[in-house]
């Protein structure tokens, strides 16, 4: 596993925000390696798939509003399993109801990412929180 | 003649009030002057006859207390006038004092066989003639009073019957026990018995739960009638009916007696049971209907809500990638197809600040109670200006406000309040300053606000059509959503009051909206 390759899991059923991300990485120069699942079930297998050798992703970052089913169960998975356990997990979401933000941290994700309205808003509010997340804030721009 | 002489006695002392008549028989004028002179001093009226025939005459015409009557007359004498004067109706009983100069027994005798009450002798002695007089004329005072007053009693009970007669219910009066003493025809009708078997039966044949009133309802004269109760009653064919009953009793002479008026409530009954089923089949559409109306109201509610925040991700889409295109096609694309990308983007812009106008929308229809706190309107104010501080600048316009005072609501809508209507005079201002005039007065039950400016105005037909949601009556021109008046009505309504708008094209508007002191 090459430290510099980093491997993101992306939950998200919007293939033009799939896009937007992968864009805020390269736009950045992060190396990347991507796991995508579009739907809730989907999601679920994959989180209790990882084992604690296995390739674990160095982020996962779920989309709130999934089709079929509530993003937050795929959260329970991911921190049932303890082989996730150092990986961060950000709830991503365009939805401005405090009350999303409020039930996201309080069933453990470790951010709450909102999605500006506006390309060069994405790009830098996604991207920043990924790099903190990343925990290679340096690398910013 | 003899009335001549009645007119003659009535201009001498003044006779009294109740006067009776006296008749004084006797054929030698000076003896009945010299009885007129005696009688006098009684004050009643006297009557002079000289002859029996006379006597008899006025006897058909007038009711006498007494008649002194002298036995010795030439034609027909004392007794054989006394005789005739018994076989009249009307002096069958008028006492009659016989006037004698004799003391025989045999006279005596007849006299008193044919119903005199007194022999007086001559020489008379005035004392006792007037004594004995006055007594006659006291006893026959006294008799026309009682039969005065038997007129009045049987006047009165033929009233009393009347109106049992005429009473549209079965009237029963019974005594303390129950047993009937008297029944109208009603009664008769209604239970279907005759009268007389009614008398001396006991009333609960035809109300068996009949029961005596209450002596606390004994001594009520306070007009308010008796309360009634519902009973079952019985006819003679042995059917029942549900009855109204009223009782109330009175004393009488036979004691205390009760009087029960008897209706037949058949029909009310029928009635209340038709009106009891009508309310439950009404309460059950009523519930169904507002089970219909709660459940489309919910949908409508999810719906929109859905509509604002699920739109917004596509919408959120079309911005973004319009953009990332103009971005990385710029050079590429033709003039023209810049501008069908820029077209792209600018609706892509106006459904983003729709849907923004919208969640707010809804978030103001239902924003809870839990606010509601004393609301310094004039803060509320200040804060709204300051968010619109940069508009009012660029406009060069003039917001001014009276001191405006402190109620029980909710702060955010107020704000929101202010600063939707400012900014609508902000926005719809003509070519003349712009002048915002905020103001309120005391209203029933709490205040009147009043949003006033000198801006274009608006036509009459559509002072109601722009409170309703995206309805907007100008273009381009004017920039907006069609939504703020519609949060206006949503925040005054949420606040308890009314909100309406006065206003002439040309000439400005004025907004108006009545709040409540306190939390309703």
Redesign the interface.
């Known amino acids: 596993m090459n430290a510099s390759t980093w491997h993101i899991l992306l939950i998200e059923d919007n293939r033009g925000d799939v896009w937007l991300v992968e864009e805020c990485l390269r736009s950045r120069g992060i190396k990347y390696r991507l796991t995508h699942c579009e739907t809730v079930d989907c999601a679920i297998r994959i989180v209790e798939s990882f084992g604690a050798n296995g390739d674990v992703p160095d982020l996962m970052l779920l989309d709130y509003n999934l089709p079929r089913g509530d993003a937050l169960s795929v959260l329970a998975a991911a921190i049932g399993n303890p082989a996730l356990a150092r990986t961060p997990k950000a709830v991503i979401t365009s939805s401005v109801a405090p009350k999303d933000r409020q039930d996201s941290l309080e069933a453990g994700a470790d951010a709450f990412i909102y999605k500006p309205g506006d390309l060069d808003g994405f790009l830098n509010e996604v991207g920043d929180q990924i790099t903190g997340l990343l925990g290679i804030g340096f690398q910013t721009k | 003649m003899s009335t001549q002489v009645l007119r003659q006695t009535r201009s001498q002392p003044a006779m009294a009030q109740d006067a009776v008549r006296l008749l004084l028989v006797d054929d030698d004028e000076s003896n009945l002057l010299a009885l007129q002179a005696v009688l006098e001093p009684l004050r009643q009226e006297l009557v002079l006859a000289r002859s029996g025939i006379e006597a008899l005459r006025l006897c058909l015409d007038h009711d006498f207390a007494a008649i002194l009557l002298d036995v010795r007359m030439p034609e027909m004498d004392g007794f054989e006038a006394a005789e005739l004067i018994r076989t009249r109706m009307r002096s069958r009983h008028t006492p009659i004092l016989f006037l004698t100069g004799y003391r025989s027994d045999e006279q005596l005798f007849r006299g008193y066989d044919l119903g005199a009450v007194d022999f007086l002798f001559k020489p008379l002695v005035p004392e006792i003639l007037q004594s004995k007089v006055a007594v006659f004329v006291e006893l026959f005072r006294s008799e026309q009073l009682l039969r005065r007053r038997t007129k009045a009693l049987a006047r009165t009970e033929q009233k009393f019957r009347a109106v049992l007669e005429a009473a549209p219910d079965a009237m029963v009066i019974t005594d303390e026990e129950g047993d009937i003493r008297l029944a109208n025809s009603r009664a008769d009708w209604l239970f279907g018995y005759a009268r007389e078997e009614l008398i001396g039966v006991n009333i609960r044949m035809l109300i068996p739960h009949w029961t005596t009133p209450e002596n606390g309802s004994m001594d009520r004269f306070d007009g308010a009638p008796a309360p009634e109760t519902r009973l079952s009653a019985v006819k003679r064919s042995g059917s029942s009916f549900p009855a109204e009953i009223t009782t109330s009793p009175f004393e009488s002479d036979e004691g205390l007696l009760i009087t029960t008026a008897i209706r037949d409530a058949t029909e009310q009954v029928e009635a209340e049971e038709r009106i009891r089923r009508i309310n439950v089949e009404l309460e059950k559409r009523v519930a169904e209907r507002t089970a219909d109306l709660t459940r489309s109201n919910e949908a409508l509610r999810q719906f929109a809500w859905a509509a604002s925040?699920d739109l917004?991700?596509p919408?959120?889409?079309v911005?973004?990638?319009g953009?990332?295109i103009s971005?990385t096609a710029s050079g590429k694309l033709e003039t023209h197809e810049m501008e069908m990308l820029r077209c792209v983007q600018d609706n892509g812009l106006r459904l983003?600040a729709l849907l923004s106008a919208l969640?707010q929308y809804i978030y103001i229809s239902e924003s809870g109670d839990a606010a509601w706190s004393t609301v310094d309107c004039g803060a509320a104010l200040r804060n709204a200006l300051s968010n619109l501080s940069g508009k009012i600048a660029e406009c060069g316009g003039t917001v001014s406000a009276e001191s405006l005072p402190s109620i029980e609501s909710v702060e955010i809508l107020l704000v929101q309040l202010f600063q939707n209507l400012i900014g609508n005079s902000i926005k719809y201002r003509s070519d003349k300053p712009l002048e915002v005039r905020i103001s309120a007065e005391q209203a029933d039950h709490g205040w009147r606000f009043t949003v006033a400016d000198n801006g274009i105005g608006i036509e009459p037909q559509y002072l109601d059509y722009i409170f309703g949601v995206f309805k907007r009556l100008h273009g381009p021109q004017y920039s907006g959503t069609g939504i703020g008046l519609a949060i206006c009505k949503a925040a005054v309504e949420r606040l308890g009051g009314t909100i309406w708008v006065e206003s002439k094209l040309g000439e400005g508007s004025a907004f108006h909206f009545d709040l409540p002191q306190r939390a309703r």
């Open positions: 925040h917004q991700e919408t959120r889409m911005l973004t990638y953009e990332w971005r983003q969640r």
